[in-house]
């Protein structure tokens, strides 16, 4: 007997109907392109999310695998002439999923290590500590994002070298992870706003007025989600919009540079112009963009939990990504997206690291 409870699923049902099955959503899907099975694209996730909620499905591996293989990238929406909102039709399968105790056993591993040490690579030391920097009031604070801060740290480094560079007032902050990674994996919202609820509590203690961000995962957390569950009395920057206003002089760099946008700050957020300005301001540099761009970008295959459990999946996401440009050099603004595209072997950079070297 299927025993299965679609709690939130039902949420999405008339999501799933208005889906008309036509499949333009394969000829953009990067985990379709990957691995060539319907249940691996947008349509495939709606049919088989429509068996769940009507019991005709149990929540089995071959299940699991297509709903945790979407990276909630958002193109699939962008290029739906119904507008079906398969990312969030896959977020409230997710939560049933998690909600009756399924979780892929990287993903099991993953949020216990959030829950017991407030980051998602169980490491023990703070970001403060990791950083070599003590929270203070200020006026500009700088939220790193636990992939910064104990990974890609090279990023975090830039960022607060920058920020030192501009004499900037600013504080790191004792920060626990942004909910971004237990979000999409599928944990409750009654888990997740303590978590957003103590880190605005946090800041907000030492007077922060502007929260700057370098992950584009965290920035869509603050700017998208945070807000519709607590007040925040600060304003949220990603950091290529910081630089974008403040418009450092930096030195030439005389290379073709593309630009990659993060899932999580472009379609999600809406942040794609700023970026390029930066780049635009770097003297000689020519800017070039990417096959696909903008609202158009592929996904590098690094988000919605993919990195985690589908990691060579993920890789080749990647290096499919990876055809879209020959430029000199790729820049973008999101930890997971460096990381994932170098596991593809690209010269990869995050703007604050190619800032910070030409500032
Ligand atoms: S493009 Fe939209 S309507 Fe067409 S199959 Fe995909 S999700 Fe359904
Ligand atoms: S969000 Fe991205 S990976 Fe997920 S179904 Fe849509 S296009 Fe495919």
Known sequence: MNDFRTERLKDSEQAMLTCTMCGFCKSVCPSFKEAGWDTSAARGRVILSYGLVQGDLEPDEEVMESLYSCTTCMDCY??????????????????????????????????????????????????????????????????????????????????????????????????????????????????????????????????????????????????????????????????????????????PCPRRIAYHDPCHLGRHAGVYDAPRDVIKMIPEAEPVEMANARERSRCCGGGGGVRSAFPEAAKRMASA?????????????????????????????????LVDKLL
């Open 78 to 251: 962008r290029r739906c002439p119904s507008k079906v909102d398969v990312v969030g039709i896959v977020e409230n399968a997710r939560r049933d999923l998690v909600a009756g105790g399924r979780m892929l056993p990287k993903h099991r591993d993953v949020v216990a290590k959030v829950r017991g040490r407030g980051n998602p690579y169980g490491e023990e030391a703070s970001v403060p500590e990791t950083l070599g920097r003590e929270p203070r009031p200020a006026p500009l604070a700088y939220f790193a994002g636990c992939t910064a801060a104990y990974r890609a740290n090279e990023i975090a480094g830039a960022a607060l070298s920058i920020l030192d560079k501009l004499e900037e007032d600013i504080t790191v902050l004792d920060e626990g992870c942004c909910g971004s990674v237990m979000g999409r994996i599928g944990c409750p919202e009654e888990e997740l706003v303590p978590m957003m609820r103590a880190n605005v509590e946090r800041i907000a203690a030492l007077g922060v007025e502007t929260l700057l961000l370098s992950c584009a995962g965290c920035y869509r957390m603050f700017k998208e989600e945070y807000p519709q569950h607590v007040e925040l009395p600060f304003r949220v920057l990603h950091f290529a919009e910081y630089l974008a206003a403040k418009e450092p002089p930096l030195r």
């Open 321 to 353: 990504r990876l055809e879209d440009t020959d430029a000199d050099l790729l820049v973008t603004a999101c930890p997971f997206c460096v990381t994932n595209l170098r596991a593809a072997g690209a010269e990869v950079t995050d703007l604050t690291v």
